[in-house]
Nanobody, 116 residues
Protein backbone atom coordinates (compact mmCIF):
# COMPACT_ATOMS: atom_id res chain seq x y z
CA UNK A 1 0.00 0.00 0.00
CA UNK A 2 1.18 3.50 -0.88
CA UNK A 3 -0.03 6.89 0.28
CA UNK A 4 0.91 10.02 -1.66
CA UNK A 5 0.89 13.58 -0.31
CA UNK A 6 1.46 16.49 -2.69
CA UNK A 7 2.54 20.07 -2.08
CA UNK A 8 3.85 23.09 -3.97
CA UNK A 9 0.94 24.09 -6.19
CA UNK A 10 -0.23 27.67 -6.51
CA UNK A 11 -0.65 30.72 -8.70
CA UNK A 12 2.27 31.93 -10.84
CA UNK A 13 2.74 34.39 -13.70
CA UNK A 14 3.62 33.25 -17.23
CA UNK A 15 7.35 32.60 -17.46
CA UNK A 16 7.58 31.81 -13.78
CA UNK A 17 8.66 28.64 -12.01
CA UNK A 18 7.15 26.25 -9.52
CA UNK A 19 8.29 23.01 -7.88
CA UNK A 20 5.86 20.29 -6.89
CA UNK A 21 6.70 17.67 -4.28
CA UNK A 22 5.13 14.30 -3.57
CA UNK A 23 5.97 12.35 -0.44
CA UNK A 24 5.22 8.63 -0.49
CA UNK A 25 4.85 6.13 2.31
CA UNK A 26 3.68 2.59 2.94
CA UNK A 27 5.95 0.51 0.71
CA UNK A 28 9.38 0.26 -0.92
CA UNK A 29 9.53 3.59 -2.70
CA UNK A 30 12.56 2.83 -4.86
CA UNK A 31 10.78 -0.04 -6.62
CA UNK A 32 7.88 2.06 -7.92
CA UNK A 33 7.50 3.96 -11.14
CA UNK A 34 6.68 7.53 -10.12
CA UNK A 35 5.12 10.25 -12.18
CA UNK A 36 3.08 13.38 -12.58
CA UNK A 37 -0.17 13.67 -14.48
CA UNK A 38 -2.41 16.66 -15.02
CA UNK A 39 -5.99 17.38 -15.94
CA UNK A 40 -7.04 20.71 -17.41
CA UNK A 41 -10.66 21.91 -17.46
CA UNK A 42 -12.69 20.01 -20.04
CA UNK A 43 -9.84 17.65 -20.90
CA UNK A 44 -8.77 14.13 -19.99
CA UNK A 45 -5.96 13.41 -17.60
CA UNK A 46 -2.60 13.26 -19.37
CA UNK A 47 0.89 12.11 -18.50
CA UNK A 48 3.34 14.91 -17.83
CA UNK A 49 6.45 13.06 -16.69
CA UNK A 50 7.45 9.66 -15.31
CA UNK A 51 10.53 8.20 -13.65
CA UNK A 52 11.20 4.47 -13.42
CA UNK A 53 12.92 2.72 -10.55
CA UNK A 54 16.07 2.96 -12.67
CA UNK A 55 15.55 6.73 -13.04
CA UNK A 56 14.71 6.57 -16.72
CA UNK A 57 12.51 9.58 -17.44
CA UNK A 58 9.83 10.34 -19.99
CA UNK A 59 8.09 13.63 -20.73
CA UNK A 60 5.09 14.84 -22.63
CA UNK A 61 6.14 16.74 -25.74
CA UNK A 62 4.49 19.91 -24.49
CA UNK A 63 6.74 20.12 -21.42
CA UNK A 64 10.09 18.84 -22.74
CA UNK A 65 12.86 21.29 -21.99
CA UNK A 66 10.75 23.12 -19.40
CA UNK A 67 9.86 20.50 -16.77
CA UNK A 68 12.16 18.13 -14.90
CA UNK A 69 11.14 15.12 -12.82
CA UNK A 70 13.48 13.83 -10.14
CA UNK A 71 13.29 11.49 -7.19
CA UNK A 72 15.03 11.15 -3.86
CA UNK A 73 14.58 7.56 -2.73
CA UNK A 74 16.15 8.24 0.66
CA UNK A 75 13.42 10.80 1.35
CA UNK A 76 10.64 8.85 -0.40
CA UNK A 77 9.91 11.95 -2.45
CA UNK A 78 9.43 12.77 -6.12
CA UNK A 79 9.63 16.30 -7.53
CA UNK A 80 8.48 18.16 -10.60
CA UNK A 81 10.42 21.33 -11.37
CA UNK A 82 8.40 23.50 -13.74
CA UNK A 83 10.08 26.41 -15.53
CA UNK A 84 8.93 28.84 -18.21
CA UNK A 85 5.34 28.19 -17.27
CA UNK A 86 2.59 28.95 -19.76
CA UNK A 87 -1.14 29.54 -19.29
CA UNK A 88 -1.67 26.19 -21.05
CA UNK A 89 0.02 24.48 -18.09
CA UNK A 90 -2.91 25.41 -15.86
CA UNK A 91 -4.36 22.18 -14.47
CA UNK A 92 -4.74 19.98 -11.44
CA UNK A 93 -1.51 18.01 -11.08
CA UNK A 94 -1.58 14.50 -9.65
CA UNK A 95 1.24 12.45 -8.21
CA UNK A 96 1.27 8.83 -9.43
CA UNK A 97 2.92 5.62 -8.27
CA UNK A 98 2.92 2.21 -9.96
CA UNK A 99 4.17 -1.25 -9.15
CA UNK A 100 3.29 -4.42 -11.11
CA UNK A 101 2.30 -6.22 -7.90
CA UNK A 102 0.79 -3.41 -5.82
CA UNK A 103 -0.93 -1.57 -8.66
CA UNK A 104 -1.64 2.13 -9.16
CA UNK A 105 -1.84 4.89 -6.57
CA UNK A 106 -2.79 8.55 -6.92
CA UNK A 107 -2.37 11.67 -4.87
CA UNK A 108 -5.25 14.02 -4.15
CA UNK A 109 -4.14 16.58 -6.74
CA UNK A 110 -2.78 20.10 -6.42
CA UNK A 111 -3.90 23.12 -8.44
CA UNK A 112 -1.40 24.94 -10.64
CA UNK A 113 -2.65 28.18 -12.19
CA UNK A 114 -0.54 30.21 -14.62
CA UNK A 115 -2.01 33.65 -15.18
CA UNK A 116 -1.02 37.30 -15.35
Amino acid sequence: QVQLVESGGGLVQPGGSLRLSCAASGSIFSRYVMGWYRQAPGKQREMVATSTSGRITNYAGSVKGRFTISRDNAKNTVYLQMNSLKPEDTAVYYCYAHNPVQGDYWGQGTQVTVSS
